[in-house]
């Protein structure tokens, strides 16, 4: 069974910046795109980034190119999302999830984490 734990959530000020982590369980996480998304309140999951396998390709929302990237350490099985300038906009619950092959639709993750809150206040 794959686990995916998310934290580094939080509440900070417009212009911040946060780092979030996603550990992962297993000895099969090199083999594995990851992706991030983010779900607000009353809206749709939509997806934030996404990372191949070995780090050599990525995948960003075309609203969050320059502000967001997204990075992993295979032999830490971790995956991160750097996020700067932060808007408000940007409040949302964010999930990390894996997927075979490197994609933006939420339909080809497998399995996902339980999220974690990043409030942006302005």
């Known amino acids: 069974q794959v686990q995916l734990v998310e934290s580094g959530g939080g509440l900070v000020q417009a212009g911040g910046s946060l780092r979030l982590s996603c550990a992962a369980s297993?000895?099969?996480?090199?083999?594995?795109?990851m992706g991030w998304f983010r779900q607000a309140p009353g809206k749709e999951r939509e997806f934030v980034a996404a990372?191949?396998?070995?780090?050599?390709?990525?995948y960003y929302a075309d609203s969050r190119k320059g502000r967001f990237t997204i990075s992993r350490d295979n032999a830490k099985n971790t995956v991160y999302l750097q996020m700067n300038s932060l808007k408000p906009e940007d409040t949302a619950v964010y999930y990390c999830?894996?997927?075979?092959?490197?994609?933006?639709?939420?339909?080809?993750?497998?399995?996902w984490g339980q999220g974690t809150q990043v409030t942006v206040s302005s």
């Open positions: 999830a894996r997927s075979i092959n490197l994609t933006i639709q939420p339909g080809g993750y497998d399995y």
């Open positions: 297993g000895r099969t996480f090199s083999n594995y795109a």
């Open positions: 990372i191949s396998w070995s780090g050599g390709r990525t």
